[in-house]
């Protein structure tokens, strides 16, 4: 009788153990695609298992590729079966013959871990973050007198989770200069910092933002970081890097942040503004957008190389401008 309960004792406990180990080999946590997986597939595995590259027959780089059968006939990544999946055997194999990455340091115990559960969980393929069309989400129910609008209670929503107290409030000096750092990129005036100052109003920081916002300054700052996209420049680049007069586009670029444009608009009048019933000349002038490639005119050079490398700056440009998405790869491998 003893030996039976002793028996019933040992069975419970591995039964314990096993329960133990299977949460901390796949714990309940999602693994999220994009966030845990991809990272790890870029940095470990795409360089020889990717696009041309793809060894074995398996590649990381689609869906239908990683989930698709290899040179062996069969896939390297079984859906809700890490065990019985290639993918996890050779990344953990001790020959490092079979081990992969090949001649390279190994996954570490996490990244192995985030693999596991992810196939554990289904394998699901995610979609790039910047494709995935925007959810609206509503605002958490929070009492706290901290949180003044909806961003606020995201954010303490958060603190709260993180066992973390919102930070005090900051005092007028430093709201002064966070916010004239941020819409004008420099400090206010005396006068406009003596007032906000010294005023006692309740609507003094509103009042402040109004003043900034209806700042010259307000453009120049906001129109530099789109230049740095449109990649503006008072010179042409290439050999003696001569100057050119393409400040009227600059002009326009400020013009545009100060009146407050619609995006849209502002975006329509860069890439098409002559082709716009009765355009204007300002929206001629905002087709520069187009304009801004190197231009070479030194002796010997070839028109049409130039002319080309000129539609694939433009095109490039609009893709990562516009899109957010890099396309210079694609003119030569596509």
Not at 66 to 84: C, L, Q, R, V
Not at 277 to 291: E, K
Not at 293 to 299: A, I, K, Q, R, V
Request: proline letters at 5%; one cysteine or more; charged letters at 30%.
């Amino acid at each position: 009788m003893k030996f039976l309960l002793n028996k019933k004792i040992f069975f419970i406990a591995a039964l314990l153990v096993a329960a133990l180990m299977s949460y901390s080999f796949f714990p309940s946590e999602k693994a999220d695609f994009s966030a845990d997986v991809k990272p790890i597939l870029n940095s470990k595995c795409i360089s020889c298992h990717g696009g041309v590259k793809a060894k074995g027959g398996f590649s990381l780089l689609f869906q239908e590729e990683a989930m698709g059968k290899t040179e062996s006939g069969k896939p390297a990544i079984i859906p809700g079966d890490p065990d019985g999946s290639e993918f996890i055997r050779r990344l953990t194999a001790k020959d490092p013959e079979e081990r992969m990455p090949y001649k390279h340091e190994p996954l570490s115990k996490e990244e192995i871990s985030i693999l596991k559960r992810w196939i554990k969980q289904g394998a699901k393929w995610g979609e790039h973050w910047a494709y995935v069309p925007v959810k609206e989400e509503k605002p958490p129910a929070i009492a706290n007198k901290w949180a003044l609008n909806d961003i606020d209670k995201f954010i303490y929503e958060k603190l709260e989770k993180e066992n973390l107290k919102p930070s005090a409030e900051a005092d007028k000096p430093a709201l002064l200069r966070r916010l004239s750092l941020d819409l004008i990129g420099m400090y206010p005036s005396d006068n406009l910092a003596k007032a906000y100052l010294n005023s006692k109003d309740e609507k003094a920081y509103e009042a402040l933002a109004d003043s900034l916002l209806s700042s010259k300054h307000f453009g120049e700052r906001w129109a530099a970081l789109w230049m740095d996209l449109s990649r503006y420049a008072d010179t042409k680049g290439y050999e003696s890097d001569g100057s050119r007069e393409s400040w009227r586009y600059r002009d326009w670029l400020i013009d545009s942040f100060n009146e407050d444009k619609p995006y849209d608009q502002f975006l329509t009048e860069q890439i098409a503004g002559d082709l716009l019933p009765n355009a204007t000349d300002a929206q001629y002038i905002a087709t520069a957008f187009s304009r801004n490639s190197m231009t070479n005119d030194e002796g010997g050079t070839e028109n049409e190389e130039f002319r080309t490398a000129a539609v694939l700056d433009r095109v490039n440009t609009v893709w990562e401008s516009l899109m957010g998405t890099t396309f210079a790869c694609v003119q030569c491998h596509s």
